[in-house]
């Protein structure tokens, strides 16, 4: 787990970052990655969904017409997910993901295009429902991507939980004074994730850090791979106890 800091949410920094990078890239509805070249943009289902479910809470109890449209909307969403669980319970490989997403998936996307064109004109543009609509139709081709490579998720629900913690934390935090520390905070965030992705326990690992890497050549690769969150040689004093 990788975050990086920027002053702006210009689009030249992502396409400065993943220079070089080929392939897919699960985003969300951020304008700034259509700037990149040489990746195909993979849309985000949960994003989609959840302005359904907004619209939906954001609805008075007299507007029967437009709940009963947000709902046809989130029932696409849900047929979408409904057939992912299957696949994930089944444990699918990505060959049989990808052939069954075109069996099953395709027509659900096809039929919800269909309904996404009919309703646009019906329903007010700024309303929650209308945006809802406009986000869809506006990110249609990113959010038919996943029908392209069995080995693409239908969200990025992995990425969104990892940037949580340090969300929920900065309520906590408040703010970083200067980019300079801000950038460093991106670093420690790196670090202590992807220390829980590799089933360390944060604190230990760091701790285990500290006394290492003054003892260490930092710029030679070959000494820093032993230390790295992933690493089959750390101490088993790293290692979480829920593992």
């Known amino acids: 787990i990788l975050y990086d800091y920027q002053t702006t949410r210009a689009g030249k920094h992502p396409a400065r970052y993943l220079s070089g990078y080929k392939g897919y890239l699960q985003v969300d509805g951020y304008a700034g990655y259509n700037q990149l070249t040489d990746v195909t943009l993979v849309g985000c289902w949960a994003h989609a969904r959840r302005k359904y479910t907004d619209a939906l809470k954001a609805l008075p109890p007299s507007a029967q017409s437009a709940e009963g449209t947000a709902k046809e909307g989130l029932a696409f969403c849900n047929q979408l997910y409904a057939i992912e669980r299957e696949l994930k319970k089944e444990q699918r490989s990505a060959d049989e993901r990808y052939t069954t997403r075109l069996k099953k998936s395709k027509p659900i996307l096809q039929a919800f295009s269909a309904w996404l064109q009919k309703q646009a004109p019906r329903v007010l543009p700024k309303s929650a429902l209308g945006q809802a609509i406009h986000y869809c139709r506006e990110q249609w081709d990113k959010l038919n991507a996943f029908l392209k490579d069995g080995r693409l998720e239908l969200d990025n629900n992995r990425a969104e939980r990892s940037i949580k913690p340090f969300v929920m934390g900065r309520k ?8 300079k520390g ?28 500290f006394e290492q890497l003054p003892n260490m050549e930092i710029k030679d690769p070959q000494q820093l791979d032993p230390v ?11 290692q979480s106890p829920i593992n």
């Open 172 to 179: 906590a935090w408040l703010f970083a004074n200067t980019p």
């Open 182 to 209: 801000a950038r460093s905070s991106a670093i420690i965030y790196s670090v202590v994730e992807t220390a829980k992705e590799n089933g360390l326990n944060p604190l230990n690992y760091l701790t285990y850090l």
């Open 228 to 238: 790295l969150p992933w690493s089959d040689v750390l101490p088993p004093s790293c």
